[in-house]
Every structure is written in structure tokens, then in C-alpha cells.
């Protein structure tokens, strides 16, 4: 057992626990990722003013990031 309780088979080898609400992430993620990579034609984007052309996946993956670097910023400050 480790000092918290947990045994190791519930450890990951980053040394977080392995949870349900983890591999629920974990999933939506990837079928977030699988989305993403699914659509790939080319759009038009409107963003306030400019107007560009581009493969919908890169947009849809920069709202990704965006998403996940805010997830992280939110997370950092509950701490």
C-alpha cells in the first residue's frame, strides 16, 4: 500500500491514480482527436474581421488546444 491508501495496481506509471472520471477524459479526447482528423476539407473562417481558408481539422484542433490549455489554467488556480 502506499502512503495514501491506494495500492499499485491502481497507480499509473506517471504515478497518478487511475480513475473512472480519468479514463472518461481520456476517451473523450480521443474521440475528440478522431472528430477532429475526420473532417478535413477546406473551410472559410471568420474570426471578428479577417476572413481565412483553411482545413477545417486545424481549426477545429486549435480550439482543441485552446480548450485544454484552459482546462489546465483553471485546474493550476483550484489548487
Given at each position: 500500500m502506499s502512503p495514501r491508501g491506494e495500492s499499485s495496481s491502481?497507480?499509473?506509471r506517471a504515478g497518478g491514480v487511475v480513475t473512472p472520471g480519468r479514463i472518461a477524459v481520456l476517451v473523450l479526447?480521443?474521440?475528440a482527436l478522431v472528430f477532429?482528423?475526420?473532417n478535413t476539407r477546406r473551410v472559410k473562417?471568420?474570426?471578428l474581421i479577417p476572413e481565412v481558408t483553411m482545413p477545417l481539422y486545424l481549426a477545429l484542433l486549435a480550439v482543441f488546444v485552446v480548450g485544454l490549455?484552459?482546462?489546465y489554467?483553471?485546474?493550476r488556480?483550484?489548487?
Open positions: 491502481t497507480r499509473s479526447a480521443i474521440l477532429i482528423f475526420e473562417i471568420r474570426l490549455c484552459c482546462g489554467v483553471l485546474r488556480r483550484s489548487r
